[in-house]
């Protein structure tokens, strides 16, 4: 009986979120070429962009949103601070991004950049609701674009001079370990 119930577990969700949960969360190969791209905290690895610049661009919303309630608001200098700091996503041009510390801090600066800009993008957009609407989750779309082409390109350099290159299902970077 005992037996069926520790068999029950290895096939219950905490059992495959365990299994998979490198895949979940850090979403890169588990390889030595994407060390770079990941953080850890505990046991557990994140992948950069997605749990520091997704969660920044939150904050950023809800700063260009309640920043138009603010008394003496400039709505054009928060724009202009959002520009900047959206720009430092040139620095994945460079090698200074290869250091793990300033990668962490460009994808906070992008993303609290683009959110400040979409949080206020509603405001600054003229027309009716839905053209707002409309036109502020285009700006999404159009400030995500050149995130996941770098994203791509990342991937495909580091990639294309690995041995697996041509047979992803062999790559040890993707086994699943447990």
Request: hydrophobic letters at 45%.
């Amino acid at each position: 009986m005992d037996s069926l119930i520790k068999k029950e577990k290895k096939t219950g969700i905490l059992h495959i979120l365990k299994k998979y949960k490198y895949y979940i969360f850090a979403h890169h190969p588990k390889c030595d070429k994407f060390n770079n791209d990941t953080f850890r905290i505990g046991s557990t690895e994140f992948c950069i962009g997605c749990f520091i610049g997704y969660p920044s661009a939150l904050i950023g919303i809800f700063i260009g949103y309640f920043a138009f309630f603010l008394p003496k608001f400039n709505p054009i200098i928060l724009i202009a601070g959002s520009f900047l700091m959206m720009c430092t996503i040139l620095l994945s041009f460079t090698t200074l991004t290869e250091i793990k510390v300033v990668k962490i801090f460009q994808k906070f600066f992008v993303g609290l950049g683009s959110g400040i800009f979409i949080g206020t993008a509603y405001f600054i957009i003229p027309g009716g609701h839905l053209l707002k609407i409309f036109a502020t989750l285009l700006s999404i779309l159009l400030l995500n674009f050149p995130i996941q082409v770098l994203h791509y390109r990342n991937m495909n350099k580091k990639c294309d001079a690995c041995e697996y290159e041509p047979g992803w299902n062999q790559c040890l970077g993707f086994q699943i370990d447990l």
